[in-house]
């Protein structure tokens, strides 16, 4: 039986592009070759890339002044790599802390400048996004996490910023129409919402760059990466392929404003059942409910091992809760259809007529 996959990351992807992806692994375009023992500097792959890039430039309507790249390392990287090439030594930048991959940003900047932690919303294990903080003038940027993937919050409006803002946003990018132009860089690990693990987007605005003193290692300057379009050393040629196949699927799918659209119905669906149901109840405030992660707690312990053994019977699968919340999660990204989604509501009103 096929699993109604609720996994936070890796997380599902559109069935059309696994299979797409199978079909390159075994014959790229039918070149005889498999796409993972071509040179990522042929022109096969070129066009990959290529591809990858314009997809991004269009979905997040940036221009000229901004470099789209695919990184190694992992979001994780970007927590160190954003400050060392952004931030010099004595300035600051002012960070919110809204969950734990937060402040896992906060904690590596703080190794390359002063660190500011203009918001936090630590006081309540992290169940809300704080609200009515001001950025201050000599801060060199802003750093924001969009989506709390741990938590289940997410920003539902942009912070006032006049200096660059720096987002997070692993978990929510192309879940929703942004405008790129409005940040100052971008960065998201592929394997929550546009690809298998392995691959780092990054998107910067190029005047941004170029104003540390200190010595960058030259994998880690982002100049580098924008010299050779990401192709500087081997990049992660696989997971750049998927990530492409999931731009074709999002923008045959509506876009942005498509992808909006169903990840609203899909939250509605499971927050409205959530909410009316006696035995569970909502593990965030309601107005900062993430579209991506939806967190819930069982009223009763015994309903929660109940509730988890039955969820697992109709095949949803991936719904603990992360330990620093504990209950469930269930994570609906943009490939999550409908369907799976209605499944895991059926399985909580039955449960509820049993047991509530
Ligand atoms: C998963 C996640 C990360 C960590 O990503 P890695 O690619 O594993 O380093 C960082 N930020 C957010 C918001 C995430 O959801």
Redesign the pocket.
């Known amino acids: 039986m096929k699993k109604h996959n609720f996994s ?2 890796p997380a599902i992807l559109p069935a059309s592009v696994l299979e797409e992806a199978a079909q390159a692994v075994s014959d790229f375009n039918g070149m005889g070759l498999s796409l993972l023992e071509i040179s990522h500097r042929s022109a096969a792959f070129t066009a990959v890339m290529e591809e990858a890039v314009a997809s991004v430039n269009e979905l997040l309507d940036l221009d000229d002044d901004y470099s789209v790249l695919f990184l190694s ?5 970007q927590f160190f790599m954003t400050a060392m090439n952004l931030l010099n030594e004595g300035e600051t930048a002012c960070y919110a802390d809204t ?1 734990t ?1 937060a402040s ?2 906060i904690k590596e900047a703080k190794l390359f400048g002063t660190i500011e932690v203009i918001a936090s919303s630590k006081d309540k294990n992290y169940s809300y996004i704080p609200r009515g903080w001001k950025v201050p003038a000599y801060a060199k940027y802003l750093h924001i ?1 969009t ?4 938590f289940g919050t997410q920003y539902h409006w942009l912070p006032e910023s006049d200096a660059p803002i720096v987002a ?4 929510d990018i192309f879940s929703r129409p942004i405008d790129g132009k409005n940040f100052g860089l971008i960065y998201a ?1 592929a ?2 919402n546009l690809g298998p ?1 392995g691959v ?1 987007l990054v998107v910067v605005k190029k005047d941004l760059l170029g104003k540390v003193n200190r010595v960058l290692p030259s994998m880690l300057n982002y100049q580098t990466h924008i010299a050779e379009n990401s192709l500087y050393n081997t990049p992660p040629v696989f997971p750049i392929y998927v990530s492409m196949l999931t731009m074709r699927w999002i923008k045959a799918n509506g876009g942005l404003e498509g992808m909006e659209v169903i990840n609203r119905r899909k939250a509605q669906l499971l927050y409205d059942e959530i909410d009316a149901n006696p035995c569970f109840e909502g593990a965030t405030v309601k107005e900062d409910r993430s579209l991506m992660n939806v967190t819930f707690l069982a009223k009763t312990p015994e309903w929660e091992a109940a509730f988890a053994s039955a969820a697992k019977d109709a095949g949803c699968v991936e719904i603990k809760g992360h330990r620093s919340v504990g209950g469930f999660r269930a994570s609906i990204y943009n490939a999550m259809p409908i369907e799976s989604v209605q499944v895991l509501v059926d399985v909580m009103r039955d449960f509820a007529q049993k047991n509530g």
Not at 168 to 171: N, R
């Open positions: 936070p990351g390392g992992g979001a994780s990287s969950g991959w896992k940003a996490t989506n709390n993937t741990i997070d946003m692993s978990s690990g394997q929550k693990s780092t």
